[in-house]
């Protein structure tokens, strides 16, 4: 079974902070992905990488940036978090070609 | 651009009816794929289905049960004699043959199954 593990389930964070989303598979896929999810508006893709070291924007990329060292770790950034940042955020990964995206169990952000 | 939409946000039914939750897209491309998430309270998206554009035979797995009609750009999911642990956020997504695998998700429908 395909496992994606997340950090941290639930992460209080101030205004300003530069904060760390951090995402491990253990699957060997090439594929891995970031969302944020808000109500009304399911899922919205703000990175994903193809390989170790690239990366492409999303939909939603402005106030986030991605780190992928290793292939098995893609790490989100919020270099200065704002409240508007309040959110579910949602890691995948996947196999190449069109196989399902595997998801974590997600980390609630909370800006204050 | 794609585009998913899932009209009903939230749908309540009680325990051992049927239940239909509607997925209609929009894209340009000609061949791309569809799929179905379930997240259950604890967050997890679980993979359910995927479909590519050019097989539009209707899938049947248990109660779960997948109309997919090009003609009206729709993919949509019936539960047969739900269950309370059908309750769930289900999501709807798309991707496009030149999309590198990513998806484009709708905006989720609610589903409540009281027993």
Redesign the interface.
């Known amino acids: 079974d395909v496992k994606v593990t997340q950090s941290s389930?639930y992460l209080v964070k101030r205004t300003g902070e530069k904060v760390f989303l951090e995402c491990v598979q253990d699957m060997d896929h090439e594929?891995m992905?970031w969302?944020r999810q808000d109500p009304?508006?399911?899922?919205?893709?703000i990175y994903?990488s193809?390989d170790v070291k690239m990366k492409?924007k999303?939909d939603i990329p402005e106030g986030y940036s991605v780190s992928r060292e290793k292939k098995e770790r893609f790490s989100l950034i919020l270099e200065s978090a704002s409240t508007n940042q309040t959110s579910?955020y949602?890691c995948?990964s996947?196999g190449g070609?069109?196989?399902?995206?595997?998801?974590?169990?997600?980390t609630r952000l909370s800006i204050l | 651009a794609q585009k998913?939409t899932?009209a009903q946000?939230e749908i309540s039914v009680v325990e051992k009816e049927d239940v239909t939750l509607d997925c209609v897209y929009e894209t340009r491309d000609t061949t791309y794929?569809l799929?179905w998430?379930k997240q259950p309270p604890?967050?997890?998206?679980?993979?359910l289905i995927?479909r590519?554009s050019f097989d539009e035979q209707n899938e049947i797995s248990g109660r779960y049960s997948w109309n997919f009609q090009k003609s009206t750009s729709s993919f949509n999911f019936t539960i047969t004699a739900s269950q309370v642990v059908d309750s769930a956020v289900y999501?709807c997504?798309l991707?496009p043959n030149n999309a590198?695998?990513?998806?484009t998700?709708?905006?989720?429908t609610r589903l409540m199954v009281k027993p």
Do not use: K
């Open positions: 389930r594929n992905f969302y009304g508006l399911g899922l919205r893709l994903f193809y492409e999303g579910m949602l995948a996947s070609g069109w196989q399902p995206q595997h998801f974590g169990d997600g | 998913v899932q946000t794929y799929f998430y604890s967050g997890e998206l679980v993979f995927r590519n999501f997504a991707t590198g695998n990513m998806l998700f709708g905006g989720g």
